[in-house]
């Protein structure tokens, strides 16, 4: 069987985002997943609101790009750098290929003290190279409707990536701590804390993070 490529890109809300970062509970891990605000004008109205998370409670009446987004499993990709080109070049046809999605959380709802947590993954079905679609070709795709770049005017997306039934958002998030010696860099890097590190993409092989994501609460 062939080794699982796993993908690590970062999600979520920040600090300065309108809503202000998630948050994780050290007791019992749980946490709060806050997408980024949306920048874009919409044809199809999506807000805070319509999250129906009661965690959050401030910039409601906001756009939201609720993306990835976890009800149908779907995530809109534009370049940014930080190591993604590695996503304009994996095959998911010959390889068992995941996406683990991580963000910055508040810990237990103070700004001052943050860290970075993995939240949830996709194994992924299939990778639509969405550049080579016209803007009506992409807001018919039937598997993506649900993802905000087709509740867009203008869907400006690269990459648009399907998870299967297995995919999930965690109910427990991992602090990276606890799995930054199984992943690296693209580039094959050990992770160092300094500098933008919580905006790269991170690349691993290894089954036990694989295990380890399948099995988190």
Not at 65 to 88: A, N, Q, V
Not at 185 to 193: A, G, L, M, V, W
């Amino acid at each position: 069987m062939a080794k699982p490529i796993i993908i690590g890109l970062n999600v979520g809300a920040m600090g300065t985002s309108p809503t202000g970062r998630g948050f994780f509970n050290s007791k019992d891990r749980t946490f709060c997943y806050i997408p980024i605000e949306e920048t874009e004008d919409q044809r199809i109205k999506f807000t805070f609101k319509d999250l129906n998370n009661t965690c959050i409670n401030e910039s409601l009446d906001y756009p939201c790009h609720y993306d990835p987004e976890f009800k149908t499993c779907t995530y809109g990709h534009i370049r940014r750098g930080f190591g993604d080109s590695i996503l304009y070049k994996t095959n998911v046809k010959n390889n068992r290929v995941y996406i683990l999605f991580y963000s910055t959380l508040d810990i237990d709802n103070k700004k001052e003290d943050w860290d970075v947590f993995a939240i949830g993954y996709f194994e992924v079905d299939k990778i639509v190279d969405a550049r080579k679609l016209t803007d009506e070709q992409i807001f018919s795709l039937k598997d993506f409707q649900n993802n905000a770049h087709l509740r867009r005017k203008n869907p400006i997306v690269e990459l648009l990536i399907k998870g299967t039934e297995k995919s999930r958002l965690f109910k427990e998030a991992i602090p990276f701590l606890e799995f930054q010696h199984l992943i690296t860099t693209t580039t094959n890097k050990e992770i160092s804390r300094v500098g933008p590190w919580y905006r790269w993409v991170y690349y691993s092989e290894n089954q036990k993070l694989l295990e380890l994501l399948r099995n988190n609460p």
